[in-house]
């Protein structure tokens, strides 16, 4: 049986791959100009018109579109369909502002719910499965996007949003899902009811999870993998371009195979707006070719990764992206150094903690501080507290030693740190505050 929902597409030569791109390209941009005068403007003011743009290679010459851009043409001045040929919004987590909304097709939702089937056979999914599909449906693309994915693949779907923990594990040991669609710290959580409820892995059926839609590491895939008996799998996407399934993992995990029949990728530099080569780490650019409703070209998504053709084994050509190790909005910059959560995650899973933290950063007396809270386990629990200074000792010298910073480390009891159903909040910026 095949392993994909589109061969031809999925498997496609770099050279027709190339080729399609550039007619789809050529028309898209042909589309924004003539019915997005807010696009229009922009590529006037560079002096750019469609007819400079011939191929993919003349993708450099658009100009790039900002959030910003989307908070300024908030609500419908991106729109390139008229109204009444929409058929759905859906809108952005508002984690680093205020939301924007995008508008889709019959068409546009057609080819997301694809590229979401793709992600699911990638995993392995096929008819036989049952879908527990549990990252928040209405505004938020996580449940659409994943529910309509698994509709198409024929996988038995429970649509059972976020939230609600010991029944989502009922459900789960009840129905014997077998595909688990959540946020990655959702997945975390999820594991630990489990076992909590007095459940092992021997009493579900879950061989996948498809996780995404926040930032998580390597460590904490090991961790989830562990907890639910299962591969964990990462999808990527984000609202403006649709939603999840822009990039999908597949058996070989190491890093997300993007969906380029819809999606254009480029790497610039954040700083300059130069085009960087694959290999290079920058900010994810994309130019989506295939939607009509909300057609962004060359847009700033601000999460940092890195592009990838080398040979996947899974069979598959389409470039991978590696795992966006933040957005640039993530990083904090602490004493002039750069880190990033994610870091911290590495360093306190290494060291045997859960991946249960909250980074508070502040500035006193013009300086920076930086205050990680770990939960401990039961098992780490010490009366002592002498102990209990010590191991606060031993994980600050290691975050020291790994990211050059030299933050406070506070153990905090079990089940202290509020646990996430979606998009874990991980920092408080308390500098913001003051500035
Ligand atoms: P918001 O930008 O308000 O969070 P979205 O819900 O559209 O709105 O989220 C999209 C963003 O989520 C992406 O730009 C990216 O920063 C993050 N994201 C999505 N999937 C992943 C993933 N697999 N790994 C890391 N970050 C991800
Ligand atoms: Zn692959």
């Known amino acids: 049986m095949s392993n994909y929902w589109n061969e031809e597409i999925e498997c496609m030569s770099y050279e027709d791959m190339r080729k399609l791109q550039s007619e789809r390209l050529v028309a898209q941009v042909k589309h924004v100009y003539e019915n997005v005068p807010y696009y229009k403007n922009l590529m006037d003011e560079k002096g750019v018109t469609p007819d400079d743009i011939q191929s993919v290679d003349d993708l450099h010459k658009l100009p790039f579109l900002t959030k910003a851009d989307l908070r300024d043409a908030y609500p419908y001045g991106l729109l390139a369909k008229p109204l009444s040929e929409c058929v759905r919004i859906q809108s952005t987590s508002g984690t680093t502002g205020k939301r ?15 590229c979401c ?18 990252y928040g449906y209405g505004l938020f693309t996580g449940g659409p ?32 899902s077998t595909i688990l669609c959540c946020t990655p710290s959702y997945a975390a959580y999820i594991g630990e009811t489990l ?3 007095g459940y092992t892995t021997d009493d579900i059926k879950l061989k996948a999870g498809i996780f995404g839609a926040e930032p998580w590491t390597e460590e904490m895939r ?3 993998e562990k907890s639910l008996g299962i591969k964990a799998y990462d999808i990527y996407g984000l609202t403006e371009t649709s939603g999840p399934g822009v990039a999908f993992e597949c058996s070989e995990q190491t890093g997300m195979h993007i969906n380029e029949d819809n999606f254009i990728p480029e790497i610039i530099n954040p700083d300059t707006g130069e085009v960087l080569p694959d290999g290079e780490v920058g900010e994810l650019v994309f130019t989506s070719i295939t939607k009509e409703a909300f057609p962004l070209l060359r847009y700033r998504t601000r999460d940092l990764c890195v592009l990838s053709r080398k040979k996947c084994s899974c069979g598959r050509t389409l470039i991978k992206m590696s795992k966006p190790m933040g957005r640039s909005d993530d990083m904090m910059i602490i ?12 360093v306190l899973i290494e060291q045997g903690y859960t991946p249960n933290y909250l980074i508070e950063v502040d500035r006193v007396n013009n300086t920076d501080t930086i205050d990680v809270n770990v939960e401990m386990n039961p098992e780490q629990l010490s009366d ?5 200074q010590q191991q606060e000792r031993a994980l600050a010298e290691a975050m020291k030693t790994m990211l050059g910073i030299n933050p406070k480390v506070h153990l905090v009891p079990p089940k202290s740190i509020t646990r996430s159903e979606g998009k874990a909040v991980r920092v408080i910026d308390r500098r913001k505050l003051h500035d």
Request: aromatic fraction near 6%.
């Open 335 to 346: 004493r002039g150094v750069n880190v990033f959560p994610s870091q911290i995650e590495t």
């Open 117 to 134: 089937a793709r992600a699911i056979v990638a995993v392995g999914g096929t008819k036989e499965d049952v879908c527990q599909v549990c």
């Open 195 to 197: 076992h909590e409820m």
């Open 100 to 114: 924007v909304v995008a508008f889709y097709t019959q068409n546009d939702i057609e080819l997301w719910e694809n």
């Open 222 to 224: 090991h961790e989830i």
């Open 384 to 388: 002592k507290v002498k102990d209990m």
């Open 145 to 176: 996007g994943l529910n309509g994915g698994s509709h198409k693949v024929g996988c038995l779907t429970l649509p059972m949003s976020s939230g609600n923990t010991e029944r989502q594990i009922q459900f789960m040991t009840d129905l014997g």
